[in-house]
């Protein structure tokens, strides 16, 4: 699986699940940590935990684990690392607090056709 078909398949489901304000960023031009990011934010700490659940559950249906998982305890922003893909799921005073849009500004954004 390439890392835009990961991408894409993470902000898919993410959508499913009621996320909201899902990005796709292309930042493998500006750093060598990955192809993209995929930025989300749920509602309250317990769906920011769901979501991250969510998207691991399925991607390992898939066939793809994460090399890495963070803030899994906080619920404030959880990082799902997938090597190419590094997915951010955030709490939303937390989200506006980092402003990753915003320090990735030279970042491209990819749509994403969440359904299908």
């Known amino acids: 699986m390439t890392s835009l078909q990961l991408a894409t398949m993470a902000a898919r489901v993410l959508d499913s699940k009621k996320a909201?304000?899902?990005?796709?960023?292309?930042?493998?031009d500006l750093t060598v940590m990955c192809d993209y990011f995929v930025i989300a934010t749920g509602t309250s700490s317990t769906q920011v935990r769901a979501l991250a659940d969510e998207v691991e559950f399925q991607l390992e249906q898939a066939g793809q684990k994460p090399l890495?998982?963070?803030g899994v305890d906080s619920r404030n922003w959880i990082v799902l690392d997938y090597g190419?893909?590094?997915m951010h799921i955030f709490y939303?005073?937390?989200?506006?607090f980092y402003d990753l849009e915003h320090l990735?500004?030279?970042?491209?954004?990819?749509?994403?056709p969440l359904e299908d």
């Open 104 to 112: 990735w500004a030279d970042a491209t954004e990819v749509e994403i």
């Open 20 to 28: 909201k304000d899902v990005r796709v960023l292309k930042v493998e």
């Open 84 to 86: 190419g893909v590094i």
């Open 92 to 96: 939303p005073e937390t989200r506006e």
């Open 68 to 70: 890495r998982r963070e």
